[in-house]
């Protein structure tokens, strides 16, 4: 009697450590990114494989913006199934003191996520954060396009200006002639 209270204790113990280890999710976010901007773009994502079903992320991205500065980002995760994949919950840009500065719109969900986040008026340290979680077993990927628009230096205006002005002057030399 005892060796058959023992026996299903065991099982049972054995029981909930399966259940309990399956219903927690697991963290699977990516320490913080630092990406380039050439020629004021960048592209990046992330490739998320394995058996990883309920895990969740939240990963960053981070890059350095001259005075002024405009971005526009655009995030799209696809899948052939709305059950499949990832679903991307948050899409944000935040100062890299880790102030929220502009949170995304999803523009549409299910077989593709699409996301977009556009703000003016930046000038320093910022990164971008991606929010979500994986749907199943099947590998899912996000990808970020990031556009930025810097306003040109006063210099440029004083050089512009400078330029129509010499323009003015030779117009005027040649109507006198």
């Not at 990164?127 to 930025?148: H, P, R």
Request: hydrophobic share 40%; aromatic share 8%; with cysteine.
């Amino acid at each position: 009697m005892t060796k058959t209270k023992k026996f299903a204790s065991a099982i049972a113990l054995a029981c909930a450590a399966f259940t309990s280890q399956a219903a927690m999710a697991e963290d699977i976010s990516n320490p913080i990114e630092a990406i380039t901007l050439e020629d004021n773009a960048a592209f990046f994502g992330r490739l998320i494989t394995g058996n990883h079903s309920g895990d969740t992320f939240a990963d960053q991205y981070s890059f350095n913006l001259g005075a002024g500065s405009s971005i526009v980002a655009d995030l799209f995760s696809v899948s052939g199934n709305p059950k499949n994949g990832l679903d991307i919950t948050g899409f944000s840009l935040y100062r890299i003191d880790g102030t929220l500065v502009s949170s995304g719109t999803q523009l549409e969900t299910g077989r593709t996520d699409q996301w977009q986040l556009s703000t003016a008026g930046l000038s320093g340290s910022y990164y971008v954060q991606v929010e979500g979680s994986v749907l199943s077993q099947a590998a899912g990927n996000y990808g970020v396009t990031l556009a930025v628009t810097p306003v040109p230096e006063p210099t440029t205006y004083g050089m512009m200006l400078g330029g129509l002005a010499l323009l003015g002057v030779v117009a005027r030399r040649k109507s006198s002639k």
